[in-house]
C-alpha cells in the first residue's frame, strides 16, 4: 500500500502498472509460487511501451488508467493474461513511428486480453467515446475524428501489436470536422484506412446527405 509499483518485461515490451495499492494472489507453481492476479485499486495505471529493436517498427505505447483493475496472469507468473476495469477507464495509444496516430478511448467498462509478449490482442468496452487526432493539412491543424457508441471491440496485431480492426455498434455516431455520420454499427478498418457503416447509415456534412443500407467512406 502506497505508491505500489509492479514491472513486468519481456523481449518485446515493458508493462508498468502503478496504484495506491495493491493486492497480489499467487498460486503454487513447479519451483516457487506464481503470481496469478494483481487487483490494483487508488487510481491505476498500465503503461505498455515496446523495446526498440533494429529493423522493427515499434509498436504504439499504451496507456490503462482507471480508479480500479484486476490483471491476470498466464501460467508462469510472468505474462499478462487480460485486464479488467472495476470503474470507468481511459486507454491512450500514442504512437512510436510515422503514420499510426494518437488515440483515445474513454468507456464505462473496459476489459483487455493479451496475446504472446504482452502483445493487446483485443480489446472490448461499453459506452464509449472515442478520439483520433488527424495529421496537419499543409501545416493548417484538422480537427480530430469522434465517435460514440454503445459497445466496442478493437483488434490488434499479435506479432506488430498494431490496431488492425475497430468495431463499434448500437447508436454509433461519428463526427470529423463538418462531416457528420450515424448508423447501427460501423467497421474501421485501420490498415486500409476505411470506414463501413452497417444498418440506417447516413453521411452529411454542408452540401449534402447520403443515406443507405451500407455506406462504405474511403478516408
Do not use: C
Request: glycine share 8%.
Amino acid at each position: 500500500a502506497g505508491n505500489a509499483k509492479l514491472q513486468s518485461t519481456t523481449s518485446d515490451s515493458r508493462t508498468n502498472v502503478d496504484s495506491g495499492r495493491m493486492d497480489l494472489e499467487f498460486v503454487e507453481g513447479q519451483d516457487q509460487n506464481e503470481l496469478r492476479k494483481v487487483i490494483a485499486t487508488g487510481g491505476a495505471t498500465v503503461r505498455s511501451e515496446p523495446i526498440v529493436k533494429p529493423k522493427v517498427p515499434p509498436a504504439d505505447t499504451r496507456i490503462i488508467r482507471s480508479d480500479g483493475l484486476t490483471l491476470t496472469m498466464r501460467a508462469g507468473g510472468k505474462d499478462m493474461e487480460r485486464a479488467d476495469t472495476h470503474a470507468a477507464g481511459v486507454v491512450e495509444f500514442i504512437p512510436n513511428r510515422a503514420g499510426q496516430k494518437h488515440r483515445i478511448v474513454n468507456g464505462q467498462t473496459m476489459s483487455v486480453e493479451y496475446g504472446a509478449s504482452n502483445q493487446i490482442k483485443t480489446f472490448t468496452s461499453t459506452d464509449v467515446s472515442t478520439r483520433t487526432d488527424n495529421d496537419p493539412v499543409k501545416g493548417k491543424p484538422q480537427p480530430p475524428s469522434l465517435t460514440w457508441s454503445k459497445g466496442m471491440v478493437a483488434h490488434f496485431d499479435e506479432k506488430s501489436g498494431n490496431l488492425t480492426l475497430l468495431e463499434q455498434w448500437d447508436h454509433f455516431r461519428y463526427e470529423d470536422g463538418d462531416r457528420r455520420a450515424v448508423a447501427d454499427r460501423a467497421e474501421m478498418h485501420q490498415t486500409t484506412d476505411e470506414m463501413k457503416l452497417l444498418g440506417s447509415a447516413r453521411v452529411w456534412d454542408a452540401t449534402g446527405s447520403t443515406t443507405a443500407d451500407t455506406i462504405q467512406m474511403k478516408q
